[in-house]
């Protein structure tokens, strides 16, 4: 199969709909397949996709985990159990169309990951987010350049594009869920020599985003320094992290995020 296409969702049932309208009739003639990965939704997001969707699309396929395991808990299940060549990250809420997704994917003509910008001159923003939202994004990104020394523009816009071989090659290192995985993928790709290319894409904010802006900066800024400490001398930090305060945050959602990935693999 030459492409998967991997969307996570938690309580997605209000916003997923257009999305996997537009995805999966644009998928209908290409040798791709789409994985909606429902984690630790308490909605209808699951009932939707399996009686709606479903019998409409025989290339979408629903994959369920019964407990929340946060965005990079999902997309490592995904990951094990697609088949693509390639394979591309989208958001449940449709802020990137197919088309974009389709023009990131064909730049991918090498090993190596291909990423979609908000923030790059020529993108097209239709529907920009709130200013919190905004400020909060360049914070972080200067937080993931002046740590990791990754010289792109926006590491969490969920349009990317990965070759299978490097995502074998660098997912038995990754550790982290939710707000460090983005980053965490990046900076191990790059680690292991493979090219970060970053293109403008098209996108548009979607009301509705489950995200808290006052916690997510405060778990996206202990996400970045725990994630910068293991990888220096300061790891023996993490450690004792790990086994007091951290353990509530990070270890019983990253055990079974890995727990998750090894099964299916």
């Known amino acids: 199969m030459d492409l998967s296409i991997l969307i996570p969702a938690y309580n997605e049932a209000e916003r997923i709909r257009s999305t996997l309208d537009s995805y ?10 789409i994985l909606v990965i429902v984690n630790g939704s308490n909605d209808q997001t699951e009932s939707l996709i399996r009686e709606e969707y479903l019998p409409r699309y025989s ?3 629903l994959v369920v985990i019964p407990e929340k395991v946060g965005k990079g808990g999902a997309l490592m299940r995904g990951i094990s159990e697609s088949s693509g060549k390639k394979i591309a990250f989208t958001d449940a809420d449709g802020s990137t169309p ?20 908000r923030w790059m001159p020529d993108s097209i923003i239709g529907r920009k987010q709130p200013l919190s939202r905004r400020v909060m994004s ?45 980053v965490e993928v990046l900076f191990q790709i790059r680690r292991a020599g493979y090219p970060l290319r970053e293109f403008p894409t098209e996108w548009n904010d979607v009301s509705g985003s489950k995200v808290k802006i006052f916690r997510s900066s405060i778990e996206m800024t202990f996400a970045l320094i725990r994630l910068r400490c293991i990888y220096s ?8 992290w790990d086994r007091s305060l951290g353990r509530k945050l990070f270890d019983r959602r990253m055990a079974r995020m890995r727990s998750i990935y090894a099964q299916n693999t």
């Open 24 to 33: 999966g009739n644009a998928v209908e003639n290409l040798n791709a397949e």
């Open 59 to 61: 290339k979408i396929r």
């Open 98 to 117: 197919p088309e974009a997704l389709w023009a990131l994917v064909a730049k991918l003509d090498r090993p190596g990951i291909v990423l979609g910008s």
């Open 138 to 182: 360049r914070i972080f990104n200067f937080y993931v350049r002046l740590l990791f020394g990754l010289n792109v523009t926006d590491t969490q816009c969920g349009a990317k594009v990965i070759s299978r071989e490097v995502l074998t090659a660098i997912i038995p290192a990754v550790g982290t869920t939710q707000w460090a995985f983005d």
């Open 233 to 240: 001398p300061l790891k023996p930090l993490v450690t004792l």
